[in-house]
């Protein structure tokens, strides 16, 4: 081939390789196939982008982040005739020698794949200098090897995808939540109007305030929920091209990108599946238990809820009417039974709830140190276990240098400012919320958001090391 002729093979090579470059698809780095247009004017394969879609109603675009409905795409027949004009310059174009398989620094055919920089190389590469004391193993033997590698990095992968769709899911449900429940305000509003003018200020402050706590409560899920949709993204991507490899038969191209590919699946395993914080969940304060309370106090009459004896630790002494639980000061042995506490100082609640919403008041007193809330009546009652949402268990805690901490991961210190006397527990169904109130002035404390099957069991908890007086009980008002 004479140098003109050359030239005009490495000029049409040139053009056809910008054109090409445009009518790549941006997910499979491929020419397009059945090329579609999205909403925001992104051209991909109908393929790719219903891979990416997958099942959800509302995706983005991969390249803007544009929301679209899923099918809500055109097809492009202009870019389809310019991908098949393209591939046929490819096949008419002049021969030019192939360096497919071999190196291009010596010429010689690729037969190794070195392990250290995760490339292929030659017998004349092997003995380089640049690969001094690196590792080898022949083409086949790395693609298999590899191959298994990125097929076990698929499943924690998907696991991940699942956990992060599921909290992108709750989080939906909580701004859902947010838009249609006015049960609240609805109350509010009944309440007082039956009381007398003078209190309508009192009614606004109210609305003002549940108002506020709303949007404060949105604002931050809306921001978790994008970080999370982010995350879901960055994992479907991942899977998408280790999936795309894992079709790959060639060892050769499979071979070229397995290093970094590996090292970006490995780096989404170790992302943090993140909690629905209880901080970011509405005030779910009963408005009528909040009304009576500063208006009427000798109305609020809590749930008759009792101590369960047969629940309760050894050490504990339960008192006759089952409301008030403490240390006794001798031994006592009782009948091991399955629903005896044997390694903590706790007693459940008699009474299980599964539904609708339910209130009760602890009066811890002085008591130095103490746990209080809620627990799945599955919870390990033979050995000491986090008490934490994930194992069933929703509770706040005092500990004795006076530090009032919600327990979950990470642990949240309340700030108070004064000692309560009463606690207010809440368990609301329908919300999906517990929550904790200070009961002197119904200051909200704290919220956990929970999802189970089993029922809920009020819990109560002494310091299993702390001295033993008659300061130190718990009683439930009535």
């Known amino acids: ?75 492009s027949l202009t870019l389809a005739n310019l991908v098949k004009k393209v591939r046929g310059e490819f096949s008419v174009r002049s021969p030019v020698r192939n360096n497919k398989g071999l190196c291009k620094a010596h010429d010689e055919k690729l037969i190794f794949f070195c392990k250290d920089d995760g490339d292929l190389a030659c017998i004349v590469c092997q003995d380089a200098l640049k690969h001094c004391n690196h590792s080898f193993l022949l083409l086949q033997e790395a693609h298999d090897i590899y191959k298994d590698q990125l097929m076990a990095t698929i499943t924690p992968l998907s696991s991940a995808m699942q956990k992060f769709e599921d909290v992108e899911s709750n989080y939906k449900k909580r701004i859902r939540h947010y838009k249609w429940d006015m049960n609240t305000k609805t109350s509010v509003s009944s309440m007082y109007g039956k009381l007398r003018k003078g209190l309508e200020a009192l009614e606004v402050k109210m609305h003002n305030e549940l108002h506020a706590q709303e949007e404060t409560a949105q604002l931050g899920i809306h921001e978790n929920l994008k970080e999370v949709k982010e995350h879901c993204f960055r994992i479907q991507e991942t899977i998408s091209a280790s999936q795309t490899m894992l079709n790959e038969q060639e060892p050769l191209a499979f071979l070229k990108g397995i290093k970094s590919c590996l090292e970006k699946c490995y780096e989404e395993q170790t992302l943090r ?121 929703w509770v706040l805690q005092l500990t004795r240098d006076n530090t009032y901490t919600a327990l979950q991961t990470p642990a949240r210190i309340l700030p108070l400012t004064s000692r309560p006397q009463k606690i207010g527990v809440c368990v609301d169904f329908d919300a999906a919320v517990i929550s904790f109130y200070c009961v002197k002035d119904m200051t909200h404390l704290h919220s956990f958001g929970f999802s189970t099957n089993s029922k809920l069991f009020a819990y109560f908890q002494l310091s299993a090391g702390a001295p033993r007086n008659k300061c130190e009980l718990l009683t439930i008002c009535h």
């Not at 059945?34 to 991909?44: E, K």
């Not at 399955?338 to 008699?350: C, D, M």
Request: charged share 25%; net charge negative; proline share 7%.
């Open 273 to 393: 599946v993140p909690e629905v914080s209880g901080s970011q969940l509405a005030h779910r304060c009963p408005a009528e238990f909040k009304i009576w309370q500063q208006l009427k106090p000798s109305k609020l009459v809590p749930s008759r809820l009792t101590l369960d004896p047969e629940s309760a630790y050894y050490r504990l002494v339960i008192s006759e009417d089952r409301t008030t639980m403490q240390f006794g000061s001798t031994n006592r042995w009782l009948a091991v039974n399955p629903e005896r506490f044997i390694k903590v100082p706790a007693v459940l609640g008699s009474e299980g709830y599964s539904s609708g919403r339910h209130y009760w008041v602890v009066d811890v007193g002085s008591a130095p140190a103490w746990i209080i809330g809620v627990a799945e009546e599955s919870i390990n009652r033979k050995d000491s276990v986090e008490l934490l949402p994930k194992n069933g268990v």
């Open 1 to 75: 081939m004479d140098s003109l002729d050359l030239s005009r093979v490495e000029s049409t090579e040139t053009a056809t390789g910008d054109l090409t470059d445009e009518l790549t698809c941006s997910v499979c780095l491929e020419l397009f196939e059945r090329p579609v247009i999205l909403p925001c004017g992104h051209p991909f394969c109908r393929t790719c982008i219903d891979r990416v879609c997958g099942r959800k109603l509302y995706v983005s675009c991969p390249f803007c982040r544009t929301e679209f409905l899923r099918g809500g795409y055109t097809a």
